[in-house]
């Protein structure tokens, strides 16, 4: 073995050595010195004087060999390495705070944190949850809907176990080398109506008879409303402006059910007021692009028994 090779195993075993002392408070102490903006206010957040704090940080220090908070007049900001540690530490205080979660009530049950899509609320999830129901396998579930952008934040800082996203996160939502995705289905965007309006004995409808219309539409921030105007751009056509707008497709649908406004959502939101009766799907000459869910965890993690079952079963329902 040459003199780099032993120098380098021997820093890793003092490494490994260090952190086996860390604490809780230690891996607090970096979220607190970045929101609170100082060593002070950390200090004051955890209740232990400014010398443990201070010694604390030098601890931490220490283990990863890096400067981690730059001080400054107006009291400390992490620096670079400070920022990339504090990543990683997220991840391990959001996996102690799902032990507590975990072990609060029902211990004897596994816990999965599953942020979504409202979408998948409407299908997968139920489908799911059945599924697992009829096998006795069902964990307790914490459901969190949020946007892409949103869940996914909270599966980097460790606060979710996995998310029911769709197939362009890795594209648009920061680096899609950080995550283990695997797709689930794809998933059509529909035209509906009321099921009084003249439109539902129309076969082949195309995009020029539906462009005046009145509309309840998602925000063009959303995917959904990206879709639908980048429909009628790719013909020429200047896309309607909603008469309505609304992030819920829940409150869209609920809408165009009581008018003759039209909307548009996901096949299985569509079908699902269909089959209350609610609302009639549109034939449409053309369909419009679909969406394509995926199942989302970090490749950083250990996929816990309760949550690689969820995945197959999933897959299963979809393939």
């Known amino acids: 073995m040459t003199g780099q090779a032993t120098h380098t195993l021997v820093a890793n075993r003092i490494s490994v050595n260090r952190l086996d002392r860390l604490r809780v408070r230690h891996l607090k102490l970096l979220e607190l010195v970045a929101t609170a903006g100082s060593l002070t206010a950390a200090a004051n957040a955890l209740h232990i004087s400014q010398p443990s704090a201070t010694k604390m940080l030098q601890e931490l220090e220490l283990v990863f060999g890096r400067t981690l908070v730059d001080r400054t007049t107006r009291g400390g900001t992490l620096s670079d390495a400070g920022e990339r540690a504090l990543e990683r530490l997220r991840i391990a205080t959001?996996?102690?705070?799902?032990?507590?979660?975990?072990?609060?009530?029902?211990?004897?049950l596994p816990l999965v944190r599953i942020g979504m899509l409202p979408l998948a609320g409407v299908s997968l999830v139920p489908r799911l949850?059945?599924?697992?129901?009829?096998?006795?396998?069902?964990?307790?579930?914490?459901?969190?809907?949020?946007?892409?952008?949103?869940?996914?934040?909270?599966?980097?800082?460790?606060q979710i176990d996995c998310v029911i996203g769709r197939a362009e996160t890795n594209n648009t939502h920061g680096d899609g080398d950080e995550f283990d995705i695997v797709p689930l289905t794809d998933e059509r965007f529909e035209v509906a109506c009321g099921r009084n309006n003249p439109l539902v004995r129309t076969r082949k409808l195309g995009l020029p008879r539906l462009r005046d219309q009145?509309?309840?539409?998602?925000?063009?921030?959303?995917?959904?409303r990206k879709v639908f105007d980048a429909a009628f751009v790719s013909l020429g056509l200047s896309p309607p402006q909603p008469h309505i707008e609304t992030p819920s497709f829940h409150t869209s649908l609920a809408t165009v059910a009581e008018s003759d406004l039209l909307?548009?959502?996901?096949?299985?939101?569509?079908?699902?007021?269909?089959?209350?009766?609610?609302v009639r799907k549109l034939s449409l000459m053309y369909p419009f692009q679909a969406d394509y869910a995926?199942?989302?965890?970090?490749?950083?993690?250990?996929?816990?028994?309760?949550?690689?079952?969820?995945?197959?079963?999933?897959?299963?329902?979809?393939?």
Not at 263 to 278: C, E, M, N, Q
Not at 305 to 317: C, G, K, S, W, Y
């Open 294 to 319: 995926v199942f989302i965890t970090l490749k950083s993690t250990v996929k816990l028994p309760a949550l690689r079952l969820i995945q197959t079963t999933l897959q299963q329902l979809t393939g």
């Open 94 to 108: 959001g996996a102690l705070d799902a032990l507590g979660q975990a072990l609060a009530s029902q211990a004897e």
């Open 263 to 278: 909307t548009i959502a996901p096949r299985s939101a569509v079908d699902y007021y269909a089959g209350l009766g609610k």
């Open 214 to 224: 009145i509309w309840v539409l998602p925000p063009r921030t959303t995917y959904t």
């Open 129 to 158: 949850v059945g599924t697992l129901s009829v096998k006795s396998q069902l964990p307790r579930l914490q459901l969190i809907d949020g946007s892409v952008s949103s869940v996914l934040a909270m599966l980097r800082q460790g």
